[in-house]
């Protein structure tokens, strides 16, 4: 899939997600407390696990020489701050050429598959992400299940060389099949073959921002890079207010929250930023399965259709709740989708 595609094919995700909250969940027209009116507490203890899709990387850039970058800045940045932070591969990425051809060299490029290794080196974890990326939605049961599993044969070996095994399936634009029926019989072969789910508890369009990063850095427009940065950061940081307040709202305290990013160019250059804001905010780093320790995953999800959700939206539906749980989401500011282009 190309970049341009994945990202286009994401908004109409996040359009879906934002028509079910306005249906499913009737949203209540009391505005959301607004981030700036909360200070961020540090006194306040919050966990959160850091969790990162489309490894190698995801980038307008998809020469080999961006994508050392990305994944070198990613790794040491995570073993800095001490962060058992998780990757989710899209093996399709490996087989690309240096010039960012999207159709699949007769070999592996083993030089992309030692971006993962680094991963692994560096004592982080690796999950799947399926091979393509598609999304369960539009495609037809036994051909995503083949997509996953040709997703899983490098990584999976990658795995068992550091005496490690696969364990964490993400479902790609977070979408869990168009119904019940197909959505229980993916779980069903996922636990088949071994997996666990790895739900999202702090979703976002951080995808907009970084598409608005790369086209500035392509630009060498410097300056513009870092006006978006500083968007990003203050639109995190608003993000994790928003999902704090949906959890103590649905299950009455803080649970411990899964963040979703990319590994991307914005995030390789400013994790520090980012980092920082979380800590400020109170949280320690935990891995993923230390956060699906938490009773709040046992919690039943029974939906399924075109939007790709978070799991507090889940349980939320699930449980019937209405729109006092649920206020506005926030949303990047205009510049940030002028810069980013998705028209284009």
Not at 153 to 163: C, F, G, N, S, W
Not at 206 to 224: C, P, T, V
Not at 248 to 270: M, S
């Amino acid at each position: 899939m190309s970049c341009a595609n994945y990202h286009l094919n994401h908004r109409t995700a996040m359009t879906g997600r934002i028509a079910v909250l306005m249906t499913a969940l009737a949203l209540s027209t009391t505005p959301a407390l607004r981030a700036s009116t909360i200070a961020a507490d540090s006194t306040t203890r919050r966990e959160v696990a850091v969790t990162v899709d489309d490894l190698p990387a995801n980038s307008t850039r998809r020469d080999l020489e961006a994508h050392v970058e990305i994944t070198e800045k990613l790794v040491t940045g995570f073993q800095r701050h001490r962060i058992p932070a998780i990757g989710f591969v899209n093996e399709g990425k490996l087989a690309r050429d240096d010039e960012g051809n999207a159709e699949e060299t007769a070999a592996i490029n083993t030089q992309r598959v030692a971006l993962l290794e680094r991963w692994l080196d560096a004592g982080l974890e690796l999950g799947n992400h399926s091979y393509s990326h598609p999304s369960l939605f539009r495609t037809p049961l036994d051909e995503f299940q083949a997509d996953v599993l040709r997703g899983e044969i490098v990584t999976r070996r990658l795995l068992a060389d550091h005496k490690r095994e696969m364990t964490y399936f993400r479902h790609p634009f977070l979408n869990t099949g168009p119904d019940l029926e197909t959505k229980t019989a993916f779980e069903g072969f996922l636990t088949e073959h071994g997996y666990r789910i790895a739900p999202v508890t702090i979703d976002n369009s951080e995808w907009i921002f970084a598409r608005a990063y790369d086209n500035a850095l392509d630009r060498d427009d410097a300056s513009l890079a870092q006006r978006v940065a500083d968007a990003y950061l203050s639109y995190m940081d608003a993000m994790f207010v928003y999902y704090e307040q949906q959890s103590e709202a649905l299950l009455g305290y803080e649970l411990k929250q899964i963040l979703l990013i990319h590994a991307n160019r914005l995030n390789a250059d400013h994790l520090d930023p980012l980092v920082e804001m979380m800590r400020q905010r109170g949280y320690t780093f935990i891995s993923l399965g230390e956060a699906l320790e938490d009773k709040a995953y046992a919690h039943p999800d029974r939906y399924a259709g075109r939007s790709g959700i978070t799991w507090l939206h889940r349980w939320a539906i699930t449980e019937g709740k209405g729109g006092e749980f649920f206020g506005s989401e926030p949303e990047p500011p205009t510049f940030i989708n002028d810069v980013a282009d998705l028209g284009r």
